[in-house]
């Protein structure tokens, strides 16, 4: 398979970064900017192992640093995703418009609006069929929050900017996106003396950055948390968990399941974290199946009334590291899969499953 191509700017922390990795993953060949070479240099070095990463230490608004961009895209052989990622909030603490100094507010404009357009018009040549167009937003472009001027004015810019260019480029699918708000330095310059630990780390934004990635939604606005989830209903199955000891807990379905961490808060009354769990599903077996499952798992019928199920890619891979909680060997079932059954913290018992890989695939 050709691999594809992303430009992505900004990639050397935060959302940009997590961007980075996701599409490494998958294979996409990256050119990657950031004005420090350091921070992308290490990028480079962590993401080399899984593909072609082509960094670029420069700034948005430099228009020799543009054409070092265009370049690598036209060695890669053309670009499948630009996302202009990278921004800058402005003057901290952020002033109210009365006060804000004109020319920081053009250097705003420059590097929120300008570079990418700049941008948008150098890699117009270099976009093959199909391509898309990123342009990361905030929800400061739509909702008028007393100091956010500078900022939020110039992220309604590059939002109409990029409504303008999609209404002119129906062959292109162009997107202008709201991450949400995220734990990062951005978000921490805007808030420099808060604790922002309880903000979503930028990875709860990926998956909706990858959906218009990978599928073939209209060009418009998007918030990216909210991509491909109905209107009403059910959003998300989370599954709490009452720990004895939240961090022996914690220890085992982040090191040995391998689960992300994206959220903790702590209060005078506890912590709490949240991990990512995958795609979430609620299998209700009866009483006859759910002996029937035990018996194949465990040898015998557990009696429980809940267990949890994490489907890994590699099953030998993610049980490498338990080997203390195992309560049986691994067991192919009648069915194909490869199941493993673990004692968990707090009296759970978890199923790690590779699911059998289908014949005409
Ligand atoms: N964090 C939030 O809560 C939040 C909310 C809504 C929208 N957003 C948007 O999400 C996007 C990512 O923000 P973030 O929070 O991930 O920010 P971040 O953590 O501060 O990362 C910004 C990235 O962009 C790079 N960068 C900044 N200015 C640049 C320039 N002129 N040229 C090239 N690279 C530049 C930075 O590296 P260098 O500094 O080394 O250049 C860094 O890699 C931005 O468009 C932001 O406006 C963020």
């Avoid at 922390?13 to 290490?42: K, P, S, V, Y």
């Avoid at 599928?215 to 959003?235: C, D, F, H």
């Avoid at 199941?339 to 978890?350: E, K, S």
Wanted: with cysteine; aromatic share 6%.
């Amino acid at each position: 398979m050709v691999s594809k191509t992303a430009l992505i700017t900004g990639a050397s922390r935060g959302l940009g970064l997590a961007l980075a990795r996701e599409l490494a993953a998958h294979g996409w060949t990256l050119i990657l900017d950031a004005r420090g070479a350091q921070a992308l240099n290490a990028v480079h070095a962590e993401l080399s192992s899984l593909t072609t990463v082509t960094p670029i230490v420069g700034d948005v608004t430099d228009s020799q640093h543009r054409v070092a961009l265009m370049q690598a895209i036209q060695q890669a052989g053309g670009l499948d995703v630009l996302v202009n990622n990278a921004s800058t909030l402005g003057i901290s603490p952020r002033p109210n418009l009365l006060d804000y100094p004109l020319d920081a507010l053009t250097a705003i404009f420059q590097t929120n609006v300008i570079a990418p357009l700049a941008l948008m018009q150098a890699a117009s040549p270099y976009l093959k069929d199909g391509a898309k167009i990123l342009n990361i937003s905030s929800d400061a472009a739509v909702e008028p929050y007393a100091g956010w001027g500078g900022y939020g004015a110039s992220k309604a810019a590059l939002e109409h900017m990029t409504a303008i260019f999609a209404a002119e480029n129906p062959r292109l699918r162009v997107y202008w996106v709201d991450p949400g708000d995220m734990q990062t330095q951005m978000h921490q310059e805007a808030f420099p003396n808060e604790d922002i630990s309880d903000r979503p780390l930028p990875e709860t934004s990926i998956p909706g950055l990858v959906a218009l990635i990978a599928g073939n939604l209209p060009s418009g606005r998007y918030q990216a948390r909210k991509i491909g989830l109905p209107e009403n209903g059910v959003r998300e199955l989370r599954t709490v968990l009452r720990a004895k000891n939240a961090d022996e807990t914690l220890a085992f379905y982040r090191d040995c399941v391998g689960l992300k961490l994206l959220q903790t808060w702590e209060n005078d009354a506890g912590r709490g974290y949240l991990l990512e769990g995958g795609r979430a599903t609620l299998e209700i077996l009866d009483e006859g199946h759910a002996a029937f499952v035990d018996n194949i798992e465990l040898g015998s019928d557990s009696g429980n009334p809940i267990r949890l199920g994490f489907e890994v890619a590699n099953l030998d891979a993610a049980a490498g590291t338990i080997t203390d909680n195992r309560l049986n060997h691994m067991v192919t079932t009648p069915w194909g899969d490869r199941n493993l059954r673990v004692q968990a913290p707090d009296n759970l018992q978890v199923t790690l499953f590779q699911v059998a890989e289908k014949k005409d695939e």
